[in-house]
C-alpha cells in the first residue's frame, strides 16, 4: 500500500520564475492538504482540497494556488517566486469525513536563486 | 487564533535516559493535539495524538503524552531513550469544528540522544 508520494523531490527555480509541484495522496484517502515548512520552522498550513474544490485556506498570498484532480492528486502551483518561498513543501492526506490522522509525504525541496 | 509553543528548541540526552519535550497551546476554542515526529529528510509522522477520553496517550514505541487542560500543555515524555529516537518533534493542534482540517504546529524540538 504506497503512502504519500511527492514529485519532484527536488528543485531548483529562479527568482520570478513558476513552479509546480505533485502529490499523489495514500490509497483510500480523498482529502489533500499542502504545508510549507522553511529551514528551522514547523510546517505552515497553505491550503487543503476536497472534491476538487479548495475547502480552507492558510495565510499565503494568491501567488498560492491549487488543484485536485479526479483521482484525488493534487498540485501546487508558486508564481513570481520570491527567495523567501525557499522551502520543504509537504502534502498531507487523509480519509473521508472526521478523520484527524493525517498522512505526510516525503516532501519536496524547492530552492529559489 | 491557536498558537502552539514548544518551549525547548533543542534537548541533548544520553542514551537510556528519560526525555520530556514540553509543549504548550494557547486557543480559545477546544482542540485535539498531535505529536509528529520528523526523521532527517523524510516527512512528518504522526506519533500520538489526543481527541477526547483519557488525557495520557501512548504510542507504539514508548512515548507517552498527557494532556493537561488547566495548565493548555501537552508534554511529550519517554522513560529510556535510544539513539534511534534522534529527530525532530512537533506538536500541533487542530480545532475540534475544523473535522480534519488545518494543522498548526509548533517550532519544533530536536532531540539529539547521544550514546
Known amino acids: 500500500d504506497a503512502g504519500v508520494t511527492q514529485s519532484p523531490t527536488h528543485l531548483i527555480k529562479t527568482r520570478g520564475q513558476q513552479v509546480t509541484l505533485r502529490c499523489s495522496p495514500k490509497?483510500?484517502?480523498?482529502?489533500v492538504s499542502w504545508y510549507q515548512q522553511a529551514l528551522g520552522q514547523g510546517p505552515q498550513f497553505i491550503f487543503q482540497y476536497y472534491e476538487e474544490e479548495e475547502r480552507q485556506r492558510g495565510n499565503f498570498p494568491d501567488r498560492f494556488s491549487g488543484h485536485q484532480f479526479p483521482n484525488y492528486s493534487s498540485e501546487l502551483n508558486v508564481n513570481a517566486l520570491l527567495l523567501g518561498d525557499s522551502a520543504l513543501y509537504l502534502c498531507?492526506?487523509?480519509?473521508?469525513?472526521?478523520?484527524?490522522?493525517?498522512?505526510f509525504g516525503p516532501g519536496t525541496r524547492l530552492t529559489v536563486t | 487564533a491557536q498558537s502552539v509553543t514548544q518551549l525547548d528548541s533543542q534537548v541533548p540526552v544520553f542514551e537510556e535516559a528519560p526525555v520530556e519535550l514540553r509543549c504548550n497551546y494557547s486557543s480559545s476554542v477546544s482542540v485535539y493535539l498531535f505529536w509528529y515526529v520528523q526523521y532527517p529528510n523524510q516527512g512528518l509522522q504522526l506519533l500520538l495524538k489526543?481527541?477526547?477520553?483519557?488525557?495520557l496517550v501512548e504510542s507504539i514505541n514508548g512515548f507517552e503524552a498527557e494532556f493537561n487542560k488547566s495548565q493548555t500543555s501537552f508534554h511529550l515524555r519517554k522513560p529510556s531513550v535510544h539513539i534511534s529516537d534522534t529527530a525532530e518533534y512537533f506538536c500541533a493542534v487542530s480545532d475540534t469544528g475544523n473535522q480534519g482540517g488545518k494543522l498548526i504546529f509548533g517550532q519544533g524540538t530536536e532531540l539529539s540522544v547521544k550514546p
Open positions: 489526543y481527541l477526547s477520553g483519557s488525557t
Open positions: 498531507a492526506s487523509k480519509g473521508y469525513g472526521l478523520s484527524y490522522e493525517q498522512y
Open positions: 490509497s483510500g484517502h480523498d482529502t
